[in-house]
């Protein structure tokens, strides 16, 4: 442990935790100097920051990388790299007013011409394939530069959630594009943020610098100028008991993804700070194949969403310390209906009725349901990269219970990203488990438009005419009030009626800091760990 006896002292004097979860710093002024170790649980797939759909990995690209728009906790859009936007009376046209003070880590000029290069890159197949934003680029008809500091995207139709995407884009550098590095991301990949890439050791740790000429914070922030620490070091930590035993050890400074179980290790301990904060977008949930299977009968469906008792398996896996959900999006996402809690599941007297009403009566003798002499048997399909948080543990508890309740035989297979990618194209299981980040509906759409018309991760593979309507609807109207309605309806119709997804529990981030760690946080509005540009550390 690191010099113990004087983080006991400052943790009583100095560090206040307000409501929010923001640290208050009373006693001591932010110091300049020195390098953090974060023990994180995820290594990025790659360090470009648009191909990188792991939330996790957010945390360690933000650093380098960032927006036009940051936003509130009210999910309201404040300026960062860009000073200001408008959008047309038509709906259609995004513009973006330009700061004419930022520089790329290169030295290259951030302006209208490199943000437009982004833009049009991420409309390109052969960049952007496999990743989320090919759909959402997708829609854009057009970008132009009407000067050297103002950006014009038209759509080809009003998309309401566009401005998400567009405000949230994190932007690399003209000189980019060239590199041989562009897919898989590197030192050549330059960014605007506070710290720049200067070492990645594949399985290790990747390790940042301050950037010197950084100046350009958003109102967020909690100072300007440049960061604070002289550099930042990730290290790649994925069992949770590994991280804990390296923070209480010292070979750490601060750690994310906190067990239930080892949560008591830093709460109430003046030695540690410890904040946690569930995150926005879809739960993690088991998303039920409606194209291949046992579970193309919504009868089976049906009895797997009615018949499994998830909320005793979370607060035994996790001791309490997570949220289960019943719905399509976040609790804390302004778009949350919360309708359907309690409304299902721990019924498995109806889910063995619907079984057998499905013909599934026959039982071997290990007691797994047989059809014409073939086993009642689901793959659960679980991307090894996003293996964390105990999900792995989770799920054998629900294959256990699937089990012995009802007589299902759930196989629970776990890929590497290329098979991931393959068993996904080829519709070839019977359900994928999955959670992501993404806000203002974008993550329900990508869940719910069928895969051929933008759905990159609609691992139900539902086409229903029923869903169209509802998610035309919200796309169409800028007010949150009835694009809830919209998705109030398709939640229903896909989980209660449907049973396309079985939501498990809303992922939050947990972060535990040594006492003489200062400034770590959440981002607002998406409640994810904030990057360590206002992290300081004081003398220990």
């Not at 995820?42 to 920051?49: G, R």
């Not at 709906?91 to 209208?112: C, H, I, M, P, Q």
């Not at 949220?323 to 778009?335: E, M, N, Q, Y």
């Amino acid at each position: 442990m690191k010099s113990s006896v004087h983080v006991r002292s400052l943790s009583a004097l100095a560090l206040l935790v307000l409501s929010s979860g923001q640290p208050l710093y009373a006693a001591e002024q932010p110091q300049q100097g020195g390098t953090l170790t974060w023990g994180v649980e995820t290594e990025p797939n790659t360090l470009n920051p648009q191909l990188n759909g792991q939330s996790k990995a957010e945390l360690i690209l933000r650093v380098a990388y960032e927006s036009l728009l940051a936003r509130k906790p009210d999910g309201s859009y404040i300026p960062w790299l860009a000073t200001g936007y408008n959008v047309s009376d038509d709906g259609k046209t995004y513009t973006f007013t330009l700061r004419d003070d930022v520089k790329f880590s290169n030295g290259e000029k951030f302006d209208a011409a490199a943000v437009a290069a982004n833009f049009r890159h991420a409309q390109d197949p052969a960049y952007c394939a496999g990743s989320s934003i090919c759909a959402l680029a997708g829609r854009i008809a057009s970008v132009a530069t009407p000067d050297a500091h103002t950006v014009s995207i038209t759509l080809k139709d009003v998309y309401s959630p566009f401005l998400s995407f567009a405000a949230g884009l994190k932007l690399i550098s003209p000189s980019s594009w060239s590199s041989p590095q562009l897919k898989s991301g590197g030192t050549d990949i330059a960014g605007t943020g506070p710290f720049i890439l200067k070492r990645y050791e594949k399985g290790q740790q990747i390790e940042y610098v301050r950037n010197p000429a950084y100046h350009w914070a958003s109102a967020n922030a909690k100072h300007q100028g440049a960061a604070y620490l002289e550099g930042v070091t990730y290290r790649f930590l994925p069992e949770s008991s590994v991280r804990t035993g390296a923070l209480l050890s010292g070979q750490v400074d601060v750690i994310e993804g906190v067990s239930g179980n080892d949560a008591g290790e830093f709460k109430d301990n003046p030695d540690f700070s410890y904040q946690h904060a569930l995150n926005t977008g879809t739960p993690y949930s088991l998303f039920l194949n409606v194209k291949y299977g046992p579970t193309q009968d919504v009868n089976v469906r049906q009895a797997i969403l009615q018949g499994l008792d998830i909320s005793p398996i979370l607060q035994s896996i996790y001791r309490g310390e997570r949220t289960r959900v019943w719905g399509i999006t976040s609790p804390v996402d302004p778009l949350y209906d919360a309708s359907l809690s309690g409304k299902y599941g721990n019924n498995p007297t109806l889910a063995n009725q619907l079984l057998d009403d499905a013909g599934w009566k026959t039982r071997g003798a290990d007691g797994i349901r047989t059809k014409d002499g073939q086993p009642l048997r689901i793959e659960i399909i679980q991307a090894q990269a996003t293996v964390r948080d105990q999900r792995d543990v989770l799920l054998q508890a629900i294959q256990a219970q699937a089990r012995q309740r009802l007589g299902i035989d759930l196989k629970i297979r776990y890929v590497d990203s290329g098979t991931y990618t393959e068993v996904r194209k080829t519709g070839q299981f019977g359900s994928i488990a999955n959670s992501n980040t993404d806000t203002d509906g974008i993550d329900i759409e990508n869940h719910y438009l069928p895969v051929e018309g933008g759905g990159s991760i609609n691992y139900s593979r539902t086409d229903a005419p029923e869903i169209i309507p509802l998610l035309k609807g919200a796309s169409l109207t800028q007010d949150n009030a009835q694009r809830k309605t919209f998705y109030g309806q398709l939640q229903n119709f896909a989980v209660l009626q449907q049973a396309l997804a079985i939501p498990l529990y809303e992922p939050e981030d947990q972060i535990a800091a040594a006492a003489y760690v200062h400034g770590v946080g959440f981002r607002p509005f998406k409640q994810m760990p904030e990057n360590a540009y206002d992290v300081w550390l004081s003398k220990h």
